[in-house]
């Protein structure tokens, strides 16, 4: 508690105590509420008692920022980091990686897990991400039951199903749920030069917005005006800078700006700079050059013309910059140290900033409520929302947040309030079998181990509950059976070869006492019974394990695994009369990728290798039209 300046929430407390217990925990809470805090502990647990702790999240910048808190804490020797780009200390006790990274360690068999005590999944409702979600069910259906998990999770209306999926997959879980936000979060739409409060009393939206987007289309006969010759012509939305303005006029700064594109992100800066605008006094700005310089001391300076270094350093000077994924690494370092220090004030964004990286503002400002998601412009869901505006509110520096959507004729005030009144959202997993997903599992795990997987998914789990906890049974009684088969071998012969005799005889056995004899036929029967028990009780004798000194106790650990194997075949036929849908799914799925010459056997073909990397909707479509030359 000393390393923070606050004291501890209680479902803060409560999580580090369930940990400290030996459990696993389920952390959902609003973003900027702390619930970090609880993997941190889990990195605590690590260093006292001695083990491990992998610290998961979803991109690199995430990774990289927990990195230095990390070290912060523990110093350089106890933390490592592993991202597609970074190698440090990988041996280290506590190591931050991104997901994927865990995933493929898992599947690689690597002995860095077998002193693995605790992972911290953050961001774990990252797996309704249709994409790369899959990638954290992965993680949580193998990793060894054995590891305590901490899943960090935006507040979603199902936590306690998604809770008892992981009872079911991984063992002792606790659900940990806070819907208080520390710094309470104010709604806002700016009009024009005005900022109005999106709901007044009691929820309502303020009628205000309503009588404004009534009246922005005035209708006449024949048709409707168009926004200059509206009634409401004289309302025009302000230019980015002139929105920067007001909100330095209203102390709503410093504030993230988000924009969903690049070119719009650096846009906007630029037309900061063109119109003078600076937010920064004297000291600052010397603060602010002093920082530069440190982050970019290694940067050739031959290499600033290219890179637009100078005008880049002349924005942050000014309080003034863009944050997206085109920035170089050392670039978006120094941002971001910056702004969590306050000396930025105004940070163009995409919304790659809010996936939990730890830059709060005092105020979230929202250009539009459509995005473009790499198919088509969609509008931004509850979950976007929440995780966007999530940002507004700085713990321990302000009393509250605000969140300002901007106002154009298009758009409607509904759904505005609807996303913004919207608390909680379903998680929703995007484990399902298409096509490029089918080949990309067949291709890391073989069919059979593929489709055993699917089993165990949270999809599956939503379809099924029941399935899962089958599968589970089924996969527990497999590694039962071997363990019993492997110690209860003999150094005299082949102990499974014996025991078969024995089964055999004990069924012959049952058959016999159920049949009674009645007429010549039925005697005849018995008597080739008997003789065949006879004949098995000679080789029974004869064999070398007859005379183990460990027979009778060998003999127990078959019958038992005897039973498991009878026990597992009963589950296996409720599991496939049951709605076992996803794998069955896949089953079709991959029938098809075998007709179509994705699939050889179990081998994915060089046409299947290529529809791995097609991520799309239309992906068997695309690889079509790409193996036949058409693309």
């Not at 647990?45 to 690199?60: D, S, V």
């Not at 009144?421 to 929703?428: A, D, G, I, M, V």
């Not at 183990?548 to 106790?553: F, G, L, T, V």
Request: charged share 25%.
């Amino acid at each position: 508690m000393a390393n923070y300046d606050f004291g501890f929430d209680e479902f803060q407390s409560l999580g580090c105590h369930h940990l400290e217990d030996g459990k696993s925990v389920l952390v959902a809470a609003p973003t900027g509420a702390g619930k970090t805090i609880v993997g941190e502990f889990a990195t605590f647990l690590a260093e006292k008692n001695g083990n491990r702790c992998f610290y998961t999240t979803p991109i690199k910048a995430l990774s990289n920022q927990k990195y230095q808190d990390l070290v912060k804490l523990y110093g350089d020797s106890e933390v490592g980091l592993l991202t597609g780009d970074s190698s440090i200390n990988s041996e280290a006790r506590i190591v931050v990686m991104t997901t994927e990274v865990l995933r493929n360690m898992i599947y690689a068999g690597s002995n860095a897990i077998d002193d693995l005590g605790y992972v911290v999944m953050d961001e774990v409702h990252y797996l309704a991400d249709k994409f790369r979600g899959a990638v954290w069910e992965e993680i949580l259906i193998h990793l060894p039951e054995r590891i305590q998990i901490v899943s960090l999770s935006a507040t979603v209306s199902n936590a306690e199903e998604f809770g008892d999926w992981l009872k079911t997959v991984r063992g002792e879980t606790e659900v940990v749920l806070s819907e208080i936000r520390p710094v309470p979060l104010y709604q806002h739409i700016l009009i024009g030069n005005r900022i109005l409060d999106l709901f007044v009393d009691e929820g309502r939206v303020n009628p205000e917005i309503l009588r404004i987007e009534k009246n922005s289309i005035k209708k006449v006969p024949g048709g409707s005006k168009s926004w200059k010759e509206s009634k409401f012509s004289s309302i025009k939305p302000l230019t980015r800078p002139e929105v920067v303005e007001k909100l330095s006029e209203r102390g709503f700064l410093p504030a993230i700006f988000f924009i969903f594109s690049r070119a719009g992100c650096d846009g906007a800066v630029a037309s900061c700079i063109r119109e003078g605008l600076s937010l920064t006094n004297s000291l600052e700005k010397e603060e602010i050059r002093r920082v530069i310089a440190l982050k970019t001391h290694e940067l050739p300076s031959e290499d600033f013309g290219v890179l637009g270094f100078h005008e880049w350093a002349q924005a942050l000077e000014r309080g003034i910059a863009a944050h997206h994924a085109g920035l170089l690494p050392m670039f978006k370092e120094t941002i971001e140290e910056l702004f969590q220090r306050g000396l930025l004030k105004i940070v163009f964004a995409t919304e790659t900033l809010a996936l939990g990286i730890n830059m709060p503002a005092r105020s979230v400002v929202l250009e539009k409520l459509v995005k473009w998601n790499g198919e088509s412009h969609v509008n931004v869901s509850p979950g976007e929302y929440t995780q966007l505006t999530g940002r507004a509110g700085r713990r321990g520096i302000d009393i509250e947040g605000n969140a300002l959507i901007l106002w154009n004729e298009q758009m409607d005030s509904s759904i505005a309030a609807g996303l913004a009144s919207t608390r909680t959202y379903p998680l929703r997993s995007s484990f399902s079998p298409t096509y490029n997903m089918s080949a990309n599992l067949i291709s890391r795990f073989g069919h059979d181990r593929a489709r055993k997987s699917l089993g165990f998914s949270f999809a599956q789990f939503q379809a099924d509950k029941a399935v899962v906890g089958l599968a589970r049974q089924i996969a527990k009684n497999e590694v039962a059976i071997k363990a019993l088969l492997e110690g209860s071998q003999s150094d005299l012969g082949d102990m499974g070869e014996y025991m078969k005799a024995r089964f055999a005889i004990k069924e012959l056995e049952a058959q016999f006492s159920s049949r009674r004899i009645t007429g010549g036929s039925r005697r005849k029967h018995h008597e080739n019974i008997e003789e065949q028990i006879s004949e098995h009780r000679r080789f029974l004798k004869n064999h070398p394990c007859h005379s183990c000194p460990n027979r009778e106790s060998n003999a127990r650990g078959f019958e038992k695994a005897a039973r498991l194997e009878k026990e597992s075949a009963g589950l296996k036929s409720r599991m496939e009369g049951r709605t076992n849908v996803i794998p069955r799914t896949f089953d079709r799925v991959s029938e098809v990728l075998k007709e179509l010459n994705y699939l050889s056997g179990d081998q994915l073909t060089p046409k299947g290798a290529v529809l791995t990397k097609i991520y799309a909707e239309s992906d068997l479509l695309l690889s079509e039209l790409i193996s036949s030359d058409l693309l």
